[in-house]
């Protein structure tokens, strides 16, 4: 039951947040705008707390609350306030800053939805193929909804951005729940902090992008797998991570499918490692429903990827390997142009190296260093840069880590499943750097879309770390430290005479000799501490 206080308050903030809302989205009819405004606010509000209630139940978890509300007040209002800022403050000869977009493809995206909302087509055009901003639909498709049914007077672009919001605090709930059914609440706080506060996350949820849904319809599938061992053989509990499950696959189906095929493949190996599974009732039906269900997404994916011309031809199952290949080619020549040190990589190895460098380059997107030390950006461009380089060397030593640790937690229950996850984590950052091409935009969206897992390995092995006082994390920090320094150093040099300039090759070598004598040396440490415990 609600009780009337904390209602009438929330009804009160919601109407005070749509007004401002309304008051700076530039439409000449405030009230219609903070109708809709407040009208989206309450949905997006009645749909967490529904979600709370059913998966949290009547407890105040005031540490999820607090960050459940940091995730999506933290999208909203940098989503509304780049929306007014960057017209002034971006780069003028760029029509997305000039819009009010950080990114092209929200740019054009959006611009398409708002005129399928005029049109008066059906809205199921947007799943026809026709629009260039979205190959699925799915995204297009829901902002053209919300023109249509609440804002055909005004293009109120800040109204998606509610929604995109909500769906990332969305997530924070179902893997804080999940996380704690795994690891204990410790790890699922961590997690459910990383994940509302991952600063490459909170961009792309406060742009009109795909990818807030996405990544919380993977947290969802994460969700359903740990309801799965605590079904019972009556209720009607029996089936609750069936539906979350279905839910889940629909939302990919309709904003990203290749991520569809991705969960299964993810949540069916998950599920096998998982030896308490044979326990269960019905188990091999769960897992011949996997299996159907991994067929299915496969053939459907595919028929999708047959449609493009540049892979007309090319047979079910390689038509994944064609499409990434043509991907990769064409992203790494991008980046060979556009950075000096991958041209010059190339053409002192060879191209026969570019898979490589590129891959490193990639994976080290957006690099940090280079960050620091470029002059040449606007400002909001590099403050935003800085933020999620930042983001990524803060969690990427994290994941290293966490999956060398689960080779040594052997009295972790979930150890196998950990170490899975941890591969599958660095096989999609190596995907995601060449379908980007190591771009520094594309690359670090495409990795980020399995936030939740990897929000996970990081919490459990922060945990882990403090509760065994492993010295390996400092080290792995130590590491990243010096590869941040030698580069930050290379790229100002490169803008600030006067600095000494190694060459490339000599700096990196000094980068690898240095992680390397920091890596052995603690080693020898602990084999010496060893074996000096043994005499004892």
Known sequence: MIKRKPFWLAVIAILLFGAVLAAGDGGSAWLQGWLAFSLLLGISALILYATWRVVIGS?????????????????????????????????????????????????VRDR???????????????????????????????????????????????LVL???AAAAAWG??????????????????????????????????????????VISALVLTFYSLSQLPTTSRSGKSSFAWLGWFALALVILGLFQPLLALVALGITFLLWLLDASHRRQPRSLAVGLLFVFLLIVALLVVASILASLPSLQGSGTLGIFGDWLVHNFNFQAYLAERASGMVQKLIDTLGEGWTWLIVMVYGIAQPVLPAVVGDPTAAPVMRWMGFFRALGWYALA??????????????????????IFLGLAIWVWAIIAAFNGGADQWDTPRYRTLLLAFQALLAAWALVWARRHQDAWLSRWLAVEAVFVGMFTEWYISRYFPGWPHLDIFTMIFVTLLLSFSILLGGWLYDRRKRTTSKRI
Not at 139 to 157: I, K, V
Request: aromatic fraction near 14%; proline fraction near 2%; charged fraction near 15%.
């Open 397 to 418: 030593p994290f994941l290293v880590y966490g999956l060398l640790a689960a080779f040594r937690a052997r009295d972790e229950r979930r150890r196998f499943q950990l």
């Open 112 to 158: 398409q939805a708002w005129e399928l909302a005029n049109t008066g087509a059906p809205l199921t055009t947007a799943f026809s193929g026709q629009y260039s901003g979205d190959q699925y639909g799915g995204m297009l498709g829901l902002e053209a909804l919300l023109y249509r049914t609440l804002s055909l007077d005004y293009h109120r672009q800040t």
């Open 172 to 213: 924070v709930i179902f893997l804080w729940k999940a996380s704690q059914a795994w690891f204990g609440r410790s790890v699922a706080g961590a997690a459910a902090w990383i994940l509302a506060l991952y600063p490459e996350s909170t961009l792309l949820g406060s742009s009109q992008m795909r990818e807030a849904f």
């Open 162 to 164: 509610t929604l995109t």
């Open 59 to 107: 407890k105040m978890e005031r540490s999820l609350l607090m960050a459940v509300t940091a995730a999506f007040m933290l999208r909203l209002c940098l989503g509304a306030a780049l929306t007014q800022l960057l017209p002034v403050i971006g780069y003028a000869d760029s029509q997305e800053h000039q819009g009010g977009y950080v990114f092209t493809d929200a740019y």
